[in-house]
């Protein structure tokens, strides 16, 4: 009978920052597929988990994949961590998920840290509806693509980035999405956790007065008013009898319908008045 895969969660930052049922699934799977072996070992360490290690990161999926299903059709149970946070988001793990199913192996998620959703709710922004674009391509023109995408999206866009890339990706997003409202959050759950709120072109001023910038970062972009923008052009282009309808559905009077519809097609309160005689 094939092993079982566990997805497990691991700490962004403080180490107290994991499930009980996280510390004793380590406890009990016969390996440890980790990203940064040295990395996980201070983690089971901490807790005083001994388990074997094997090594599986970006590099060596292809490889170590292979690996690891053999061992899960053996009848080992494997679990799978990255350096903090949940396997799979920005970090190995999904390329493994998928050969597993293939295999018809049994895939168990352990549900823990998850660095995109404690930046999300910290924010201040809309957590309604977001998008999470993980990291932006290196290819200029990839690079510029996907900023084209993102300035059409009309909810809260959440992306990550390294500390030596971050000034620049502030200023990319500048030029191609504009000085929209956004918040950066750094170093979540560890000593200097910090949340700056402010629009793009005064966080770049604020980054370029530090000599070192440090730390790991999440940049939540503010693109929730671009619905009501979209909405209020939608609207504005509809004829007038149409934008009369949609309006006398909202509740208001007739003069504040024929004031609005003016308004929004630039002509005077008495040519719109005209139409509806």
Not at 100 to 125: D, F, R, T
Not at 215 to 231: H, P, S
Not at 243 to 272: H, L, R, T
Request: proline share 4%; aromatic share 6%; charged share 30%.
């Amino acid at each position: 009978m094939p092993g079982k895969l566990y997805l497990v969660a691991t700490p962004i930052g403080n180490l107290e920052d994991i499930t009980f049922r996280a510390i004793r699934v380590l406890k009990e799977v016969d390996v440890i597929a980790a990203e940064d072996t040295r990395h996980t070992l201070k983690l089971l360490n901490y807790y005083e988990i001994s388990k074997p290690l094997i090594s599986y990161h970006r590099h060596n999926e292809d490889v170590k994949s292979d690996v690891l299903i053999n061992k899960l059709l053996a009848g080992e149970n494997i679990a799978i961590v990255t350096d903090a946070g949940t396997p799979g988001i920005s970090d190995p793990g999904e390329e493994i998920v998928k050969v597993a199913i293939q295999n018809k192996i049994e895939i168990v998620p352990i549900p823990g840290a998850c660095a995109l959703i404690n930046a999300l709710i910290s924010s201040g922004l809309n957590t309604k509806e977001f998008a999470f674009y993980g990291f932006l391509p290196l290819n200029k023109k990839n690079r510029k693509d996907r900023l084209e995408r993102i300035k059409k999206e009309d909810k809260t866009i959440i992306l990550y980035e390294a500390p030596h890339k971050l000034l620049k990706t502030l200023e990319d997003i500048l030029e191609d999405v504009g000085d929209i409202n956004c918040v950066i959050a750094k170093e979540l759950t560890k000593m200097h956790e910090e949340f700056i709120r402010d629009n793009i072109s005064n966080i770049i001023m604020n980054l370029k007065d530090m000599d070192i910038i440090k730390g790991e970062y999440i940049i939540l972009l503010d693109l929730n008013n671009n619905k009501v923008l979209k909405e209020k052009e939608r609207i504005e282009n509809k004829t007038p009898q149409e934008q009369y309808k949609y309006y006398e559905a909202q509740g208001m009077e007739k003069k504040d319908i024929i004031k609005q519809i003016a308004k929004n097609k630039n002509v005077s309160k008495n040519e719109i008045y005209q139409l509806f005689i």
